[in-house]
């Protein structure tokens, strides 16, 4: 679409908001060139005429142009804004240059600066157009002046530099003085330029374009890097760009050139290149864009052997710079060349050194090669009722199929490539014809694959291995052949016929409507639609099997490119042509073979076809459901993750092996293929339920090609949400399936690290509920296999057994009695396989059996001499102590105690409180157990402050006060001399001077202070015997001697104590 006719089609807003003036307009014939530019008039007059038009030509934008002037190449008016509430009315002044109806040139007072022509300019052409009426033509300026008389040009030149006289006079003296001097340049040239005659026949004519304006926001765009919808907006020149091609607008190269030039100056490509890191994807993306329209440009059909030499010099120089882009961002990947069919070898070369270097635009280079004078092709193209003739020769058999449709046999994406240049260059039925060959073409190639197929199947199967034909795959591919395919045939088809709009241009995009259109009348195919043939060729190319390519950008690209085209075919509207349509070609996928990504023979490191077979489930499961599932269960496998001995299909022994086992392929996208291999799995679970053959089916698939535990566990939980709705029963077919499928995430996390196992644990119990009590009462039973014995313990058997469960279930009593009993068996083999993280568990889920709760009480004293810590030990001392059991309780903190060892600088130990707890309990026991329980203090306790805590604690209060049926307390307070506090007090008196010396070694003044103060605790101690004032002035005295270089601290001491 040119700029003028895209303001006929969307000035209607601008036009209503605008007032034009007009009193008059200009008109002008064809204007010969023979005297010089605008010549019209004799010799004599020749020195006034070049002035005056000299003149004209430097202030043709500031004259006023009588509101609205028009010559056959010149309009010219003034388009005024009208006032708003917040904005007054502005005029802007507009001229329009034309030549042979192109706009060559716009000038506007507004000053807004686009690539695209401004509002007024838009609506001054759509007033031209509307109303050409009002418009009076009038004669270039040159034929004007030549009717005039000496005395009329004078009177003329003079009238207009008065009205100018302040911009336009230096000018027209300069140029008088010009004029009057013989040797002037001006004089050497007849004739004078006329600003409204328009350019020579011969002179090339184009379509406005500011070119420093495209420069500038190129630049400016690139400068974002992808943000502020920068992207989009490159995005929209690109489509500009194209819309120019399709109007065959010289500007399209033009305008591409300028783009491409500033995206090779963009200083990223040097610092990419200088850091080794790959660009961003958006930039990519766009890159490949650029490139695929020079394949467009050089492919033009009617291009000028000149033009297509520039082009591609050009090119190539670009792409012989090191900062150019490389095809598949990733540095010696060897694609088959545009010209060459794809080689029939899969091995990939080793030696990257050795591959050519392919560039962005070298498909573009290598178009040099391709012709249009083709005499087949040329037929094709021209006419829809071209068929085999009657009597072919020989080298004419294979330009036909047994129908008599022409065939195109090309490299298919250079075929569409060809396909692309002609629908890009405005040539829509070419490129439909073509097209229609291409298919056939491809029909006739999976026909005859098929075949082959047929006959080695048996040997391929026995084999268990295969070679893959297809290393260049067609989705993903950088000229994109299926798209191409796909959008030629469906632009034919579509109701709306708006156009291109563009996602940036439009607020919300409306879904494209289809109708059936069939293949042009007298065509070998006019049975068929070309809605139907354009489904079939995105179900080949989506189908294809190919190798993954290697780079994270082409395997993300050939993601991205499989995503976009099922969402153009979710598009479309199933009705019974086109499911037929779809069932032929899914019937033909699934016996293509090793040439189909869904046939029983695949490649380890094929392209899967989860993200495909999802869209052929959905789409085929209300007209064939059989089909429909048959095909999503072959499509579940993902060879690459899989041995040789698993690789192939669900329901054949035989399965083929990686012809390249030496290179393990790096799947930059494997996290991405197998979380659509989820999604495939997750549609078919939610279309089975209730449907128990299918469910089961679909769970050995499962079970079988999916290997991530965190997806299973998703499919799982997608299962048990499916199979419980809030607003209806439950599914028990589903219900289970989820169960089996939480079964297994429990095996394969049990003996790895996954940060959401215990998620796992508790959403399994959860489910096992919901099945019932026998699911509850199988995992109990079957708990080594699935999970550790503290999540057994803590989490499963714990739930199970607990009121909510009960009261979920309506257990009875019976129900009940089992459901605890399997809990005690599980507690007690836990316990006893971990008894340092499952003791404690285990007598709280044993407290309701006698007989349990001693045998899980003895493991824990067992175990106490083992491997538990003084810290889980004092834990179910506490836990006894709670349940009524003291003397245990005393029992286990005393082996407990036998554990620890607190050095003398740990005062803030955590195991400080349970010591004093322990001691508590001692005490309030009786003299004999805190007799039997200060030894072992003594022997793991060296803290001092800890020591003379637990001394004044004791003799506070009596001992035996904790009610021991059988013993009685005495009432009287213990003493510190004799046995067994004095052994405490001489251990404490014994720690103090032992830390006091310790942190005398390395003491600094600054902790002068707080050293005073633990004398100051240590002498409380000292003083609990009778001698004890003697010992800690002797103690003092001690310090003073050994420590006397410590002067200052020491007067602090004599200070204190004297």
Same mark, same amino acid.
């Given at each position: ?51 005056? @038009? ?14 609205? @002037? ?103 003296? =300069? ?46 765009? %690139? ?8 992207? #989009? ?7 500009? !760009?194209?819309? $120019? ?10 305008? /591409? ?32 864009? @650029? ?16 033009? =297509? ?11 012989? @710079? ?23 070898? +899969? &091995? ?31 037929? &094709? ?37 060809? !396909? ?21 073409? /491809? ?64 607020? *919300? ?27 079939? !060729?995105?179900?080949?190319? %989506? ?58 023979? &695949? ?9 495909? +077979? ?85 769970? *050995? ?36 399936? +989820? ?19 215990? *998620?796992? !644990? ?63 068996? %599980? ?69 407990? $105690? ?40 003594? #022997? ?43 052994? /405490? ?54 310090? #003073? ?18």
């Amino acid at each position: 679409m040119t700029p003028l006719e895209g303001a006929r089609g969307r000035g209607a807003g601008w036009c209503s908001c605008c007032r034009f003036q007009a009193s008059s307009a200009f008109y002008s014939g064809q204007v010969s060139r023979g005297g010089g530019p605008g010549c019209g008039w004799p010799r004599s007059r020749t020195h006034e005429a070049t002035f005056l @038009l000299l003149l004209l030509t430097q202030a043709r934008r500031l004259a006023d142009p009588l509101r609205l @002037l028009r010559n056959r190449f010149h309009l010219s008016g003034t388009v005024t804004e009208l006032a708003t509430a917040s904005e007054p009315a502005v005029t802007y002044k507009v001229a329009i240059s034309f030549d042979r109806c192109k706009i060559t040139s716009v000038t506007c007072g507004c000053g807004n600066k686009d690539i695209f022509y401004c509002a007024h300019v838009v609506a001054l052409s759509l007033y031209r157009i509307r109303k050409p009426d009002q418009v009076k033509l009038r004669l270039p300026i040159s034929e004007t002046l030549f009717q005039m008389n000496r005395d009329q040009l004078q009177k003329f030149i003079q009238y207009l530099i008065t009205a100018h006289h302040t911009e336009v006079l230096p000018t027209a003296q =300069k140029l008088a003085d010009e004029i009057l001097s013989s040797s002037s340049e001006i004089n050497q040239v007849n004739g004078a330029p006329d600003p409204t005659a328009g350019a020579s026949i011969e002179d090339e004519n184009c379509w406005h374009l500011d070119e420093e304006q495209v420069k500038e926001q190129v630049k400016l765009f %690139l400068s974002q890097g992808g943000y502020c919808g920068s992207g #989009k907006q490159l995005n929209s020149m690109f489509a500009k !760009v194209r819309e $120019m091609l399709r109007m065959r607008d010289s500007n399209g190269a033009r305008m /591409l050139t300028l783009i491409t030039e500033q995206f090779m100056a963009d200083p990223r490509l040097t610092l990419w290149r200088q850091q080794g890191t790959n660009m961003t994807d958006k930039c990519r993306q766009l890159w490949d864009e @650029l490139g695929a329209l020079w394949v467009c440009i050089i492919l033009n059909p009617h291009c000028k052997l000149e033009e =297509k030499s520039c082009w591609l010099q050009q090119l190539q120089k670009w792409s012989d @710079l090191d900062v150019c882009p490389l095809e598949d961002g990733n540095y010696g990947h060897e694609l088959p060349n545009i010209t060459n069919a794809l080689p029939q070898s +899969a &091995i990939h070369s080793p030696d990257s050194l050795s591959r050519p270097r392919r560039t962005v635009f070298t498909r573009a280079i290598e178009g040099r090669e391709l012709h249009w004078q083709d005499s087949h092709l040329q037929r &094709i193209i021209s006419s829809d009722v071209y068929t085999a003739p009657a009597c072919q020769r020989e080298s004419e058999r294979l330009l036909f199929n047994s129908q008599g449709q022409p065939l195109w046999l090309e490299h298919v994406p250079t075929a569409c490539a060809r !396909v692309d240049a002609l629908r890009s260059h405005g040539y829509p039925k070419e490129a439909l014809r073509l097209t229609v060959a291409i298919i056939n073409t /491809l029909r006739l190639q999976q026909q005859r694959q098929l075949e082959i197929y047929k006959h080695q199947k048996k040997e391929l199967l026995q084999r268990g291995n295969t070679t893959i034909t297809n290393l260049e795959g067609w989705v993903g591919h950088p000229l994109d052949p299926i798209g191409c395919l796909f959008l030629t045939l469906t632009e034919a088809c579509r109701l709306n016929d708006d156009g291109y709009l563009e996602m940036s241009d439009i607020n *919300e995009s409306r879904p494209p409507v289809y109708q059936h259109v069939p293949v042009a009348a007298g065509s070998p195919n006019s049975s068929e639609s070309y809605l139907s043939l354009a489904l079939e !060729v995105a179900l080949m190319g %989506l189908g294809q099997q190919r190798l993954m390519p290697e780079g994270l950008y082409a395997q993300d690209k050939v993601c991205r490119n499989e995503e976009q085209l099922l969402s153009q075919l979710q598009e479309l509207q199933l009705d019974d042509e086109l499911v037929q349509t779809l069932q032929k070609q899914c019937i033909l996928l699934l016996e293509g073979g090793p040439f189909s990504g869904l046939g029983e023979v &695949i490649h380890r490191e094929s392209v899967p076809m989860h993200t495909f +077979a999802k869209y052929l489930f959905s789409a085929l499961l209300p007209h064939d459901p059989d089909l429909s599932y048959k095909l999503a269960l072959r499509a579940m496998r993902l060879p690459v993750l899989e041995n040789s001995a698993s690789a192939g299909d669900t329901s054949h022994p035989h399965h083929m092996v990686s012809v390249v086992p030496s290179r393990y392929p790096r799947w930059f996208t494997l996290g991405h293929l197998e979380s659509q291999q989820c999604e495939l799995a997750s549609t078919m679970l939610t279309a089975a339920k209730g449907d128990t053959l299918r469910l089961r089916t679909i769970l *050995e698939a499962i079970q079988k090609h999916i290997h991530s535990s965190c997806l299973i566990f998703k499919l799982a939980q997608d299962a048990f949400k499916i199979a419980t709705p809030t607003d209806s029963s439950t599914d028990s077919t589903l219900l289970n399936v +989820a169960l089996e499928l939480g079964l297994q995430v429990m095996r394969m996390t049990l003996s790895t690290l996954n940060w959401r196992r215990r *998620e796992m !644990v508790r959403w399994l119990v959860t489910c096992a509920t919901e099945v019932g009590v026998r699911a509850l009462v199988s995992i109990l039973q079957s708990w080594y296999t699935l999970f550790t014995p503290t999540e057994a313990t803590s989490i499963v058997a714990a739930t199970a057994v607990s009121h909510t469960t009960i009261l979920r279930l309506s257990l009875d009593y019976p129900q009940r009695e089992e459901l605890a009993s399997c809990a005690r068996t %599980l507690a007690l083999q836990c316990a006893m396989k971990d008894p340092q993280s499952c003791a404690l568990s285990a007598l709280t889920l044993c407290e309701k059996d006698h007989i349990a709760f001693e045998a899980a009480y003895q493991i824990a004293i067992d175990a106490a001499a083992g491997g538990m810590t003084h810290s889980q030990l004092f834990t179910i001392a506490r836990y006894m102590e709670l349940r009524g059991y003291p003397l245990r309780a005393f029992k286990l903190a005393s082996l407990a $105690m036998s554990h620890l060892n607190l050095a003398y600088n740990q005062d803030t130990h955590p195991a400080i409180n349970d010591v004093l707890w322990a001691c508590a309990l001692s005490h309030s026991l009786g003299k004999n157990e805190l007799a039997a329980l200060i030894p072992l203090v003594v #022997k793991s306790v060296h803290c001092a402050t800890v020591l003379s805590d637990i001394l004044r604690r004791c003799t506070v209060t009596a001992p035996g006060l904790a009610g021991i049926p059988g013993r009685r307390s005495s009432g009287k307070l213990m003493s510190t001399d004799k046995a067994p506090l004095r052994q /405490l007090l001489d251990a404490t008196i014994n720690a103090y001077i032992n830390t006091t010396h310790s942190r005398l070694t390395h003491i600094s003044p600054r902790h002068y202070g707080e050293f005073i103060e633990f004398l100051s605790k240590a002498r409380e101690t000292f003083l609990l015997p009778q001698d004890g004032h003697l010992q800690f002035a002797q103690f003092i005295d001690n310090l #003073k001697q050994i420590y006397k270089g410590k002067k200052k601290l020491m007067l602090l001491v004599r200070e204190r104590f004297g």
